[in-house]
């Protein structure tokens, strides 16, 4: 959810997103690029403020789309590439929803904005184990330091990409005062952002451990919510890569922020776990198009 600042309780209050959203009023008023925060959260279950943000269809702010996106995973943790290990069938799990996401009809939801494309979402650039083990905390600054580790390797940032860091459960992320699962002030579970400014930034997003009851769905397996949180984070960082795209003037919402929780996320093509997206075309959330 698109939020002002780093604050810890106060920022997923509906004044602050109503403030948020005036301001970025002004700035198109004035003719400035409406680009906001550059963290962009997924609040928990229970920080969601869903029903106020179901009045009005998202908008255009004259930034960047994707049109035709490509995903890279970074497993960082030596168990993602452990075969004896749980999180290694995980981190399976997340490359195959990845590797067919692009092209399924949950993801055309978002064909109706800018001109965006189904894509195989599969590039050029090869996914990365990092077997390293990250910190307990793993603030921001570290989430970027690992992009930017990724890219050193792996020639460079490509700009139609979405480098996304998973970390283990013995781990969490934190943004400010605001933590999410494992953390001590849980308000989100992952979040997406970019490096830089305009359509040649480095798009990126934290993929926390769904440990804690904020991030779950009842009777899906860690993997299926981490899928919900990776539909959520892909499709957001397609349509509003960095703050100029697509979202709703009036609550401050992108796309997916409108039906991260209700209606309830589900099990939809190949058995993975999706939830809802806003569709200006039906003036409402949807499970595919």
């Known amino acids: 959810m698109r939020l002002r600042g780093l604050t810890s309780m106060l920022v997923l209050s509906c004044c602050l997103l109503l403030a948020v959203a005036a301001s970025a009023a002004d700035l198109e008023k004035a003719g400035k690029p409406a680009e906001r925060s550059r963290i962009v959260y997924f609040p928990t279950n229970e920080n969601w403020q869903g029903p106020g943000m179901l009045k009005a269809n998202i908008s255009y702010h004259g930034g960047p789309t994707i049109t035709s996106a490509k995903v890279v995973l970074i497993f960082w943790g030596p168990n993602?590439?452990?075969?004896?290990?749980?999180?290694?069938?995980?981190?399976?799990?997340?490359?195959?929803?990845?590797?067919?996401?692009?092209?399924?009809?949950?993801?055309?939801?978002?064909?109706?904005?800018?001109?965006?494309?189904?894509?195989?979402?599969?590039?050029?650039?090869?996914?990365?184990f990092d077997t390293?083990?990250?910190?307990?905390?793993?603030?921001?600054?570290?989430?970027?330091?690992?992009?930017?580790?990724?890219?050193s390797g792996h020639g460079g940032n490509n700009s139609s990409t979405i480098y996304e860091v998973f970390i283990p459960r013995t781990s969490y992320s934190s943004s400010g005062g605001s933590t999410s699962c494992g953390g001590p002030h849980l308000q989100y579970c992952a979040y997406h952002s970019w490096i830089g400014s305009g359509s040649s930034a480095t798009k990126y997003s934290i993929e926390p451990y769904p440990s804690c009851s904020g991030c779950q769905v009842s009777g899906w397996t860690d993997a299926q919510d981490q899928e919900h949180f990776t539909c959520h984070e892909t499709?957001?960082?397609?349509?509003?890569?960095?703050?100029?795209?697509?979202?709703?003037?009036?609550?401050?919402?992108e796309a997916d922020d409108k039906c991260a929780w209700s209606p309830s996320p589900f099990i939809g093509t190949g058995g993975f776990g999706y939830q809802y997206e806003w569709s200006n075309l039906n003036g409402g959330c949807i499970r595919t198009r």
């Open 80 to 128: 993602f590439a452990n075969a004896a290990h749980p999180d290694f069938q995980y981190a399976q799990q997340i490359i195959a929803f990845r590797n067919q996401f692009g092209t399924t009809g949950e993801y055309n939801t978002i064909t109706q904005y800018s001109g965006i494309q189904l894509s195989n979402l599969q590039g050029s650039q090869a996914d990365w």
């Open 132 to 151: 390293s083990t990250p910190p307990t905390n793993v603030t921001d600054t570290r989430v970027r330091n690992e992009v930017n580790a990724y890219l």
């Open 235 to 253: 499709r957001e960082a397609v349509t509003d890569p960095t703050g100029t795209g697509w979202w709703d003037s009036t609550s401050g919402a």
